[in-house]
């Protein structure tokens, strides 16, 4: 028989070409894998590994799975674990700032799994969805997929601008498209490290009801506060009306257990529901999860890791302060893994290379931008994984990088 060639390029759908699949390049914008065991990598924004909490998880995990109900080793069909719902639904467990009930949350791989269903939900060809520019990439191609169209509007300290906002809602009205959401980090930004203040999320609030905008409020860092938690969300702002909560386990607790929830009106989590075709998430992981929560154990894990990774900035900060002052302009997070830094006097991506040569790695600031030609000569450092310690080697490193640049 003649075997056909199944050319992959022919294949694939055009969300997928817009995704990159297909083309020759196999290549990470973020840097080769490297075995250097003294590297500084500050690359991705991890929990702390030292401290993840695998020994609770092994036995939550194992007295579900020894229990013999077959349950936990079921399609779940995307019911979620109703103690978790419960969990998430009840603010005096701090998931949420406004009541909610069980039927308002959908359980997915992750908050990226989050925005994939959104996306396949809410997002039609053509539609346009605004993102802060620059904003977190993984999450943000997502709405390529449905052809949906990005929209970037910048910021500025008290969050994503409102002008910038109505210039595209303008723009799309006039072009008869529709604007179909606004995708935020409101707390603790990743790649920015800022948070929204409490009037910005009001005229966001606002000026998304008033015009049918869903507002996609992306809380994965929320709880990583290092002092006071942040202002109120948009979804309470909103009394829940048009806005949809994305939230994660990933950050507080762990990447692996791929957990991430939205959460909004029960009329959109229904709507939700009937796009779902991958019969549900885990139930052991969800079981598990609830019962790390309602033995008291994550709140002791979660106060913790808000003064670990607080003292990591500190630390991190205190070393850039030291050694780099001239170079850099940046402002200190309060919450959240990362610090985003404006180069001065030297080109952002020469530094990202120069650093890289001596052990130090970190993304340009470039890959957070749909456009690049919008950043404005920035790095991003990620604290969260590195020893504490380590932290404080990042500054003189970086110095001797500028130095090798400017010489
Ligand atoms: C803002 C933001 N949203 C979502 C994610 C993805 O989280 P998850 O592991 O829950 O998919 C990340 C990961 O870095 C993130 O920074």
Redesign the pocket.
């Known amino acids: 028989m003649n075997k056909k060639k199944f050319e992959i390029n022919r294949l694939i759908s055009q969300g997928a070409k817009l995704r990159g699949a297909g083309s020759d390049t196999t290549s990470t914008p973020w840097g080769v894998a490297s075995d250097n065991q003294n590297l500084i990598d500050l690359r991705?924004?991890m929990p702390d590994r030292e401290k993840l909490p695998s020994l609770a998880f092994a036995r939550h995990i194992s007295d579900i799975l020894e229990s013999g109900d077959a349950k936990a080793l079921e399609y779940e069909y995307g019911s979620g674990d109703p103690d978790l719902k419960s969990i998430l639904s009840d603010p005096d467990y701090g998931f949420t700032d406004h009541s909610a009930t069980p039927d308002q949350f959908a359980f997915y791989?992750?908050?990226?799994?989050?925005?994939e269903a959104f996306c396949a939900t809410f997002v039609d060809k053509g539609d346009v969805v605004i993102v802060e520019g620059p904003?977190?990439p993984?999450?943000v191609r997502a709405i390529l997929r449905s052809e949906g169209i990005i929209r970037e509007v910048g910021s500025d300290s008290d969050g994503a601008s409102i002008a910038e906002i109505e210039e595209v809602y303008l723009d799309c009205a006039a072009n008869g498209r529709t604007l179909k959401a606004i995708y935020t980090?409101p707390d603790f930004?990743?790649?920015l490290g800022r948070t929204m203040s409490l009037s910005r999320r009001k005229l966001i609030s606002d000026f998304c009801q008033e015009r049918e905008v869903i507002v996609l409020e992306?809380t994965?860092?929320s709880s990583l506060y290092f002092d006071s938690p942040p202002p109120s969300s948009i979804y309470s702002i909103s009394s829940g009306v048009g806005v949809l909560q994305?939230g994660?386990?990933?950050?507080t607790i762990a990447?692996g257990l791929?957990?991430?929830w939205l959460h909004g009106a029960a009329s959109f989590i229904s709507a939700l529901h009937k796009t779902r075709s991958d019969l549900g998430n885990v139930p052991f992981i969800q079981n598990a999860v609830s019962q790390f929560i309602l033995s008291g154990e994550y709140d002791d894990h979660i106060v913790e890791m808000r003064s670990l990774y607080a003292a990591k900035c500190r630390n991190l900060c205190s070393s850039l302060n030291e050694y780099c002052s001239d170079y850099i302009d940046y402002q200190i997070p309060s919450g959240g893994?990362?610090l985003w830094l404006k180069i001065l006097g030297v080109n952002a991506t020469d530094l990202v290379e120069k650093a890289w040569e001596s052990g130090l790695v970190f993304p340009d600031g470039n890959l957070f931008f749909q456009d690049p030609v919008k950043n404005e000569n920035s790095i991003r450092l990620a604290f969260s994984g590195t020893p504490k310690d380590k932290l404080l080697e990042v500054g003189p490193i970086l110095r001797r990088s500028f130095e090798k640049i400017l010489d």
């Open positions: 991705v924004g791989n992750g908050s990226s799994g989050c925005m904003s977190f993984g999450t980090i930004h990743n790649p992306d994965t860092y994305m994660t386990f990933s950050k990447t791929r957990l991430g893994f990362y």
